[in-house]
T-cell receptor, first 115, second 108 residues
Framework: DTEVTQTPKHLVMGMTNKKSLKCEQH?????MYWYKQKAKKPPELMFV???????INESVPSRFSPECPNSSLLNLHLHALQPEDSALYLC??????????????FGAGTRLSVL | TQLLEQSPQFLSIQEGENLTVYCNSS?????LQWYRQEPGEGPVLLVT?????EVKKLKRLTFQFGDARKDSSLHITAAQPGDTGLYLC????????FGPGTSLSVIP
């Protein structure tokens, strides 16, 4: 089983709303990731969690707030977003971030539209 | 800084044609992954290559890892409309690096 589950699949929100994206994996992976992807571009890394601790924040604006409640769950809290934040948000997990040869498995993504 | 380049960036071909997509870097990777992504969906892992010179086949898709583990190619034989998508290579070393992708359209 190499499944990473993301909810919701689609989200429309106003610039004053607060919403959360959720990600779950049961592969025993200890690393989880959030990526942002614009159309026909590669995924851009936002955050890396390793053993439930934030290891990388790629200078992401504070209106994006990640949370890792346990080793299987990863959330991304959204507040006061801008229209340019509209994108596909991808969650991924891997066995061990920084381990040579580590492979990331992706969820289907959340398509976010900010009005 | 590790970088991956992919070529071509865009490719539009007729059904039944063959094609090759390239992924190149000046860095050595311990392994390299190929993903295919359809619009609105997440990248789906196609293959991982680990050994320099390794060749892997997945039905009509053939993947090769360069001898020096710096580059890789993906060859598709007799392309079908279902092959349409964004093909991403990702090099794994101390961390994972993604290439910019090749957007493939196969016209019926």
């Amino acid at each position: 089983d190499t499944e990473v589950t993301q909810t919701p699949k689609h989200l429309v929100m106003g610039m004053t709303n607060k919403k959360s994206l959720k990600c779950e994996q049961h592969m025993g992976h200890r690393a989880m990731y959030w990526y942002k992807q614009k159309a026909k571009k590669p995924p851009e890394l936002m955050f890396v969690y390793s053993y439930e601790k934030l290891s990388i924040n790629e200078s992401v604006p504070s209106r994006f707030s990640p949370e890792c409640p346990n080793s299987s769950l990863l959330n991304l809290h959204l507040h006061a977003l801008q229209p340019e934040d509209s994108a596909l948000y991808l969650c991924a997990s891997s066995q061990d971030w920084g381990m040579r040869g580590d492979i990331q498995y992706f969820g289907a993504g959340t398509r976010l539209s900010v009005l | 800084t590790q970088l991956l380049e992919q070529s071509p960036q865009f490719l539009s071909i007729q059904e039944g044609e063959n094609l090759t997509v390239y992924c190149n870097s000046s860095s050595v990777f311990s392994s390299l992954q190929w993903y295919r992504q359809e619009p609105g969906e997440g990248p789906v892992l196609l293959v991982t290559v680990v050994t320099g010179g390794e060749v892997k086949k997945l039905k009509r898709l053939t993947f090769q890892f360069g001898d020096a583990r710096k580059d890789s190619s993906l060859h598709i034989t007799a392309a079908q409309p279902g092959d349409t998508g964004l093909y991403l290579c990702a090099g794994a070393g101390d961390k994972v690096i993604f290439g910019p992708g090749t957007s493939l359209s196969v016209i019926p």
